[in-house]
C-alpha cells in the first residue's frame, strides 16, 4: 500500500516528533494496535514518516486480544499491517477476565494497566527500544479534566516518557492530532478499524467527560483550547499550596499565634485549640 497523508496531518505529526524527541536514527518501535481507528492510524503515520523521513526506524506493531467473549478479528488487522508492511505479532489474554473480576464498575484502570505490560513485555523480549501509543490530543485534554475530577490530580500523559525499569521509552506521537481529523482520515481509507469488543464501549468516566467537554464547547467555543492551554506546564499559574501536615500545621499554628499566646504555653494552646474542633490537618 502506498502510503500518504495530507501536509497538515504530516505537519502535526512531525511537529510532535521533533519538539518531544520522539524518534531517532535506528530506532526499533514496537505499536500498541488495538485494531481501532486511533491505532490503525498511528501505524500508518509512522509508516509516512519511515517511508519520507530524513532518519531510518524500524516498525513493529502487536495486538492484544483482551479476551472478550467476541475475539478480535486477527485476519482483518494481520491484513492491515501485511499492506503496510509492518510485522504484526498478536498476544491472546485473559485480560478482560481479571479487570472486570477485580473491579467490576470500574475495569479500566486494570484493563489499560495489564495490556500496557502485556505490550511492554513484548517489545523488550522482541528487542525494541519504543513502545508507541495511539493517544490523540482529544485523548490528553480528556485525562486531563478526568484527573481533576475523579483524582483529585492537575496531570495528564506525557508525549514521552522513560521507564526505568524497563529501560523502554514510551512515545505518542499523535499528541497534535483531534480525534475527528483521525476518523475523518480513516473513512477515506479501504480499510474498517475493528469496533471495539469491550461492552463498556461508550459508557466509561472517559465517555462522560468527552460528552462533557463537547458540551460546554458547544456553549463556548474556547472551553477545549482553554482546557488544552492549561495542561503545559505555564499554564499553572496560581494553585494552593500542598496540604500541610499535622506537624506543619502546629509549627505555623504555633508561628502566627505566638504573639497571642505569650501568657499560655504554646503546644497547650494548640491542644486547646484542638479540643474546640479546629482541624489541623483538612482533608
Ligand atoms: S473500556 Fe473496556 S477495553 Fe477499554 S480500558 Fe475499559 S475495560 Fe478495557
Same mark, same amino acid.
Given at each position: 500500500m502506498r502510503v500518504e497523508l495530507p501536509r497538515n496531518y504530516v505537519k502535526k505529526l512531525w511537529r510532535a516528533v521533533i519538539e518531544f524527541e520522539l524518534l531517532a536514527e535506528g530506532d526499533r518501535v +514496537?505499536?500498541?494496535?488495538?485494531?481501532?481507528?486511533?491505532?490503525? $492510524? /498511528?501505524?500508518?503515520? !509512522?509508516?509516512?514518516?519511515?517511508?519520507?523521513?530524513?532518519?531510518?526506524?524500524?516498525?513493529?506493531?502487536?495486538?492484544?486480544?483482551?479476551g472478550f467473549e467476541e475475539p478480535s478479528d486477527v485476519q482483518l488487522l494481520q491484513e492491515y499491517?501485511?499492506?503496510?508492511?509492518?510485522?504484526?505479532?498478536?498476544?491472546?489474554?485473559?485480560?478482560a477476565d481479571v479487570a472486570f473480576e477485580q473491579r467490576q464498575e470500574n475495569p479500566c484502570s486494570s484493563c489499560a494497566y495489564f495490556r500496557r505490560a502485556v505490550v511492554n513485555e513484548t517489545a523488550i523480549v522482541q528487542g525494541?527500544?519504543?513502545?508507541? +501509543?495511539?493517544?490523540?490530543?482529544?485523548?490528553?485534554?480528556?485525562? $486531563? /479534566?478526568?484527573?481533576? !475530577?475523579y483524582s483529585g490530580k492537575v496531570q495528564t500523559f506525557l508525549p514521552k516518557s522513560h521507564l526505568d525499569k524497563s529501560g523502554l521509552t514510551v512515545i505518542r506521537p499523535l499528541v497534535y492530532l483531534r480525534e475527528a481529523k483521525i476518523k475523518e482520515f480513516m473513512d477515506t481509507l479501504p480499510f474498517v478499524p475493528m469496533p471495539s469488543r469491550c461492552p463498556l464501549q461508550g459508557k466509561t468516566q472517559r465517555w462522560k467527560v468527552k460528552a462533557l467537554i463537547q458540551d460546554l464547547t458547544r456553549e463556548n467555543p474556547f472551553v477545549y483550547t482553554n482546557l488544552a492551554a492549561a495542561m503545559r506546564g505555564d499554564g499553572v499559574v496560581e494553585l494552593w499550596p500542598p496540604l500541610p501536615s499535622r506537624e506543619e500545621m502546629r509549627e505555623k499554628h504555633q508561628r502566627v499565634m505566638r504573639p497571642a499566646s505569650t501568657k499560655k504555653d504554646d503546644s497547650r494552646r494548640a491542644n486547646d485549640l484542638e479540643a474546640s474542633g479546629f482541624d489541623f490537618h483538612m482533608q
Open positions: +514496537l505499536v500498541g494496535f488495538s485494531g481501532g481507528k486511533d491505532s490503525s $492510524f /498511528l501505524l500508518y503515520g !509512522l509508516r509516512v514518516l519511515q517511508e519520507h523521513g530524513p532518519f531510518s526506524f524500524e516498525l513493529g506493531a502487536v495486538h492484544v486480544d483482551l499491517c501485511h499492506r503496510l508492511k509492518v510485522p504484526f505479532d498478536l498476544k491472546k489474554t485473559k485480560i525494541y527500544n519504543k513502545v508507541a +501509543l495511539a493517544h490523540h490530543h482529544d485523548d490528553a485534554v480528556e485525562t $486531563f /479534566l478526568m484527573s481533576q !475530577l
